[in-house]
C-alpha cells in the first residue's frame, strides 16, 4: 500500500531559526511530490512542485529536496517567522492517485 | 486567472436532503478529484476522473455520487447526506503527469458541510 509519513507532527520553535520538516513514502514510483501550507479551516496552497526527475527546488526561503531511491523529501524553511505557523502537508504523486501525508503543524513564536 | 472554484464555501443542512457541491477548474485539466479533511484523519480521497466520463472511487466512496461530463466541472453529490458526512471538502484538478515528470495540484478554497 502507498503510504506518506510526515515527521515531526508537530513544530514549535522561535523565530529566526532555520528548520526541516520531513516526508517519507513507501513506494518510489513517483510523477513528483508536491508540498503545500494549510492554514486553520482553510484551502491548500501549494509551495513546491518537485517532478520526479528534479533533485530539488528553491522558492524564496523554501528549499525542498527529493530522493526517491531513499523515499524521502524534506522541506526546508529558513529564517522561520511568525507567518510560517501553518501546517505543513506533503502530497505523493502516483498517476492516478496522490496520497497526503498527515501533516506538521508548525508554530513559530515571536 | 487559472484556479479551481468550489461552491458554496459554506453548507448547513438536515439528514436525507439531497445536495450538491459544484466544482470547476479554468485550466483544461484532465485530472479532478474530490477530498474530505477531518481532524484526525487527514485529507482522505473520495472519487476521483482521469477525464470525460471516466470517473472512478477513492478511499472513503461510500454515500457520495459524481460525475464529469464536461472536462472543467466534477460535482459532488450526496443522495442522503448523514451527520458523519460533516467534514471539510476539497476539490482539486491536475493535468495527466507521466512518470517523468508530473503537474500538480491545484485546489479549491473548500466547502465546509455540516449536516445535523
Known amino acids: 500500500k502507498q503510504e506518506v509519513t510526515q515527521i515531526p507532527a508537530a513544530l514549535s520553535v522561535p523565530e529566526g531559526e532555520n528548520l526541516v520538516l520531513n516526508c517519507s513514502f513507501t513506494?518510489?514510483?513517483?510523477?513528483?511530490l508536491q508540498w503545500f501550507r494549510q492554514d486553520p479551516g482553510k484551502g491548500l496552497t501549494s509551495l513546491l512542485l518537485?517532478?520526479?526527475?528534479?533533485r530539488e527546488q528553491t522558492s524564496g526561503r523554501l528549499n525542498a529536496s527529493l530522493d526517491k531511491s531513499s523515499g524521502r523529501s524534506t522541506l526546508y524553511i529558513a529564517a522561520s517567522q511568525p507567518g510560517d505557523s501553518a501546517t505543513y502537508l506533503c502530497?505523493?504523486?502516483?498517476?492516478?492517485?496522490?496520497?497526503f501525508g498527515p501533516g506538521t503543524r508548525l508554530s513559530v513564536l515571536p | 486567472e487559472a484556479q479551481v472554484t468550489q461552491n458554496p464555501r459554506y453548507l448547513i443542512t438536515v439528514t436525507g436532503k439531497k445536495l450538491t457541491v459544484t466544482c470547476s477548474q479554468n485550466?483544461?485539466?484532465?485530472?479532478m478529484s474530490w477530498y474530505r479533511q477531518d481532524p484526525g484523519l487527514g485529507l482522505r480521497q473520495i472519487y476521483y476522473s482521469m477525464n470525460v466520463e471516466v470517473t472512478d472511487k477513492g478511499d472513503v466512496p461510500e454515500g457520495y455520487k459524481v460525475s464529469r461530463k464536461e472536462k472543467r466541472n466534477f460535482p459532488l453529490i450526496l443522495e442522503s447526506p448523514s451527520p458523519n458526512q460533516t467534514s471539510l471538502y476539497f476539490c482539486?484538478?491536475?493535468?495527466?503527469?507521466?512518470?517523468?515528470?508530473?503537474?500538480?495540484?491545484?485546489f479549491g478554497s473548500g466547502t465546509r458541510l455540516t449536516v445535523v
Open positions: 485550466m483544461n485539466h484532465e485530472y
Open positions: 482539486a484538478s491536475s493535468f495527466t503527469g507521466t512518470q517523468t515528470g508530473g503537474y500538480g495540484y491545484t
Open positions: 518537485i517532478q520526479s526527475s528534479q
Open positions: 502530497a505523493v504523486d502516483y498517476g492516478q492517485n496522490f496520497v
Open positions: 513506494d518510489s514510483a513517483i510523477y513528483n
